[in-house]
């Protein structure tokens, strides 16, 4: 898929690791971490002064913590592993929320992932810390230990949204136990299914379905799929990111009433909006501050082509509407289109309030 340049730089990112020391060595060592991680440091007010600024201090680390959670991904405690989960247990609200939470000791020999292993990155994290502390990284999640796949963590690296975060559970636990777990994945988007000639070590663990027919009910599996549909009892749904969404508006159209007419057409093609890979348009609303606002509440990408990439491609539904206004023949259309690299539409043009919406799907 052609992706042009984004047409503005991105802002500069802060430090997403917080590290907290109370003893002097763990406050040289913290120093290292930060330096490492791309971190900052936060010590105990009698070490402030000196080598550390007052303003990097805390009196006490439960309610400094308490006010730091949410600001950073991943937070770094050198000190008893007692004292991080006191400082974190009343802040814990779930597991695809809660960041990534480490522990290790003022010498760094055993760094233990705390919270979040899988999803949050603390497993990781982990690793990267004793790789650099020269320490042993303590891993308990059970998938990790039986070296085994942990369908959060494949997901996450793969890029699909998980659509039924509960259902992991399940599906981890009857790969624990020895159990064969069936996948719905004609994209092989999980890339688990082998390639030609080659033996996948995951292989054996896994049963490929090919269609519903074919899914016995009664067992745990995981289904990949764009479309939006009631997972059932058993399956874990994931959503891969394959949509792309050309967008067309009139001058001035706010944000709200873009991002409705989008969910009003995913919704009617039955379509999730967890699958939406980028937002499309064309140069000439690259200042358009709704449809900028819009693609910054999904979250998502938003490319800009130039009409000479837009107007050879062959749409559905050209209008001369749209040519006497933009230089082109389509703006949705033609921007899905392009933007996933695909000769036909999943959706064709729908307009709605000021806005016209087209879906394409990634081949």
């Known amino acids: ?85 006191r400082c974190v247990a009343p802040l814990l609200r779930g597991k695809d929320r809660d960041p990534a939470v480490v522990a290790l000791d003022q010498r760094g020999r055993f760094v233990i992932s705390l919270v979040s292993g899988h999803l949050g990155g603390a497993n990781n994290l982990a690793k990267e810390i004793a790789a650099i502390t020269a320490g042993q990284a303590v891993i308990t999640t059970a998938t990790d230990t039986e070296e085994l796949p942990s369908l959060d963590v494949l997901a996450q690296e793969r890029g699909l949204a998980i659509a039924n975060l509960g259902m992991v559970k399940a599906v981890n636990i009857a790969l624990l136990a020895g159990e064969t777990v069936q996948v719905h994945d004609p994209h092989n988007w999980l890339r688990l299914a082998p390639e030609p000639g080659q033996e996948h070590p995951w292989t054996a663990h896994f049963r490929r379905v090919h269609d519903e027919a074919s899914w016995i009910k009664d067992l745990p599996g995981v289904w990949v799929d764009h479309r939006r549909i009631e997972p059932g009892e058993n399956r874990l749904l994931l959503h891969p990111p394959c949509l792309t969404v050309g967008v067309g508006c009139k001058r001035g159209t706010p ?10 057409v995913l919704d009617k093609a039955g379509l999730a909006q967890a699958s939406v890979l980028t937002l499309a348009s064309i140069t000439a609303k690259q200042d358009e501050e709704g449809l900028l606002e819009a693609a910054a509440t999904l979250g998502r990408g938003l490319f800009f082509y130039e009409s000479g990439e837009l107007a050879p491609i062959a749409v559905p539904n050209p209008s001369e509407r749209v040519k006497q206004l933009m230089g082109v023949h389509s703006v949705s259309e033609a921007a899905a289109l392009k933007s996933a690299g695909a000769e036909t539409l999943l959706v064709e043009k729908t307009a709605c309030n000021g806005v016209t919406v087209a879906v394409a799907l990634v081949p």
């Open 255 to 264: 944000a709200r009433t873009i991002l409705d007419c989008l969910q009003g």
């Open 1 to 85: 898929m052609f992706e042009p340049e984004p047409t503005a730089s991105a802002p500069e990112t802060r430090p997403d690791t917080a590290i907290y020391a109370l003893t002097p060595q763990g406050a040289q060592l913290g120093r290292v971490l930060a330096r490492q991680l791309h971190g900052e440091l936060f010590v105990s007010a009698r070490l402030a002064g000196g080598d550390f600024a007052e303003k990097d201090s805390f009196n006490s680390l439960p309610p400094f913590v308490g006010k730091q959670f949410s600001r950073y991904a991943r937070h770094v405690f050198v000190t008893a592993a007692g004292i991080a989960v």
